[in-house]
């Protein structure tokens, strides 16, 4: 008898990128998609197909999440796929640990849209690459988000500087 190995997918990618349309083909038909994201659809204001982002509400949307992480790993959900940028800091430490404590196998995901592959070769050689063209994508990106999430391009522009092309699941459990 084969038995299934339980997996958790991080996803790994800047907005407007592809994360979410990658995620929810990770998850297929047997598993979940867990963004944070959601939590300013369903949780705050009145109209679920309405963004209703908050700063302030960040903390708990995060909470929310990784609660909704729990239940899928004690319900034995497979996949899980946790569709927020997944970097090397505390959170992703978070889901790294859960996911480990219930003896998932935690993989980091990237996108695989067109953009997000010249993209990421930009990102590998950030510190060769004119700043100009780093700033136009980040633009591009900011412009693409506003009609979901609205990421300022001040924030992309922070996370392309702060980018690993090269993070693994042990870079994660060593910050």
């Given at each position: 008898?084969?038995?299934?190995?339980?997996?958790?997918?991080?996803?790994?990618?800047?907005?407007?990128?592809?994360?979410?349309?990658?995620?929810?083909?990770?998850?297929?038909?047997?598993?979940?998609?867990?963004?944070?994201?959601?939590?300013?659809?369903?949780q705050v204001?009145?109209?679920?197909?309405?963004?209703?982002?908050?700063?302030?509400?960040?903390?708990?949307?995060?909470?929310?999440?990784?609660?909704?992480?729990?239940?899928?790993?004690?319900?034995?959900?497979?996949?899980?796929?946790?569709?927020?940028?997944?970097?090397?800091?505390?959170?992703?430490?978070?889901?790294?640990?859960?996911?480990?404590?219930?003896?998932?196998?935690?993989?980091?995901?990237?996108?695989?849209?067109?953009?997000?592959?010249?993209?990421?070769?930009?990102?590998?050689?950030?510190?060769d690459v004119?700043?100009?063209?780093?700033?136009?994508?980040?633009?591009?990106?900011?412009?693409?988000?506003?009609?979901?999430?609205?990421?300022?391009?001040?924030?992309?522009?922070?996370?392309?500087?702060?980018?690993?092309?090269?993070?693994?699941?042990?870079?994660?459990?060593?910050?």
């Amino acid at each position: 008898m084969n038995q299934r190995k339980h997996i958790a997918y991080l996803m790994r990618g800047l907005p407007a990128c592809g994360k979410s349309h990658r995620a929810r083909r990770l998850a297929g038909s047997d598993g979940i998609v867990l963004e944070t994201d959601q939590y300013f659809y369903t949780q705050v204001g009145d109209d679920p197909g309405s963004y209703d982002y908050s700063n302030e509400r960040l903390s708990d949307a995060r909470s929310w999440n990784l609660s909704r992480f729990r239940a899928a790993l004690a319900h034995g959900v497979s996949p899980i796929v946790i569709d927020r940028g997944n970097g090397l800091n505390s959170e992703t430490l978070a889901y790294v640990l859960l996911a480990h404590e219930s003896r998932y196998q935690v993989e980091l995901r990237e996108l695989d849209s067109p953009w997000w592959q010249e993209l990421r070769v930009l990102l590998k050689y950030k510190d060769d690459v004119a700043a100009e063209l780093l700033d136009r994508w980040a633009e591009s990106l900011a412009e693409r988000s506003r009609q979901t999430h609205r990421v300022p391009m001040k924030t992309i522009q922070r996370w392309m500087q702060s980018w690993r092309s090269d993070l693994t699941v042990n870079d994660v459990l060593q910050c």
